[in-house]
């Protein structure tokens, strides 16, 4: 919509429809909510990003969404070129502000360098919540994501409707609504963590 390409995602008009991978700022504050049933009453949540996530709508959703739960977050600063220097600092500086539970954010840095963080996440010992599956399967404790079977799925679907003739500008942009919950039980047994039952009840995968 704000490159021009569509007039709006619910009638596209043209020759363009699709789906969408962006689930929207909102999961943001589930994200968090997800992380306080594991660390209740934290005294100290950082978020991991660069100024300009921080000071853009995913971190005022964060800050929001603390400010509900009578809490603060505060940013875990990446700054200047996002490197593994800069990752050792910021960890560095976690260990020693006793930073209790971690965010990441989805920014492309962060998952390129998803091993280093799971790594120094686990060496620090700090509870840590990501915004992708793939860093639970390297040992990160948790993640909430958009469930992508769903949109493959949806994919298809669009696929075969446009080849039956349906117009695709008056088929919506598919916005997802499934979303995925992995724990990695394991780490949170070496971080100490025993996770609620409903919570694992509520998980679609456990990694043991």
Do not use: C
């Amino acid at each position: 919509m704000a490159d021009g390409l569509v007039s709006s995602l619910a009638r596209p008009g043209g020759n363009i429809t699709g789906v969408s991978v962006d689930a929207g700022i909102e999961i943001w504050g589930k994200r968090l909510g997800l992380l306080l049933e594991v660390i209740q009453k934290p005294s100290n949540v950082q978020f991991l990003a660069s100024r300009a996530v921080w000071e853009m709508a995913a971190g005022q959703v964060v800050r929001d969404a603390a400010k509900q739960a009578r809490i603060s977050v505060t940013v875990a600063l990446l700054d200047g070129t996002i490197d593994e220097s800069q990752y050792r600092r910021v960890f560095t500086a976690m260990e020693q502000d006793r930073v209790d539970a971690l965010m990441v954010s989805d920014q492309p840095e962060n998952r390129t360098h998803r091993q280093l963080i799971v790594n120094l996440a686990a060496k620090s010992q700090i509870p840590t919540s990501y915004p992708y599956r793939e860093y639970v399967a390297l040992g990160g404790l948790m993640a909430y994501f958009v469930d992508n079977d769903d949109v493959t799925r949806q994919t298809a679907y669009m696929v075969g409707e446009i080849l039956k003739g349906t117009n695709p500008a008056d088929m919506p942009f598919y916005q997802p609504t499934k979303f995925q919950l992995v724990i990695n039980l394991k780490t949170a047994k070496t971080l100490g963590l025993e996770i609620p039952p409903a919570l694992l009840l509520r998980a679609d995968e456990v990694i043991e």
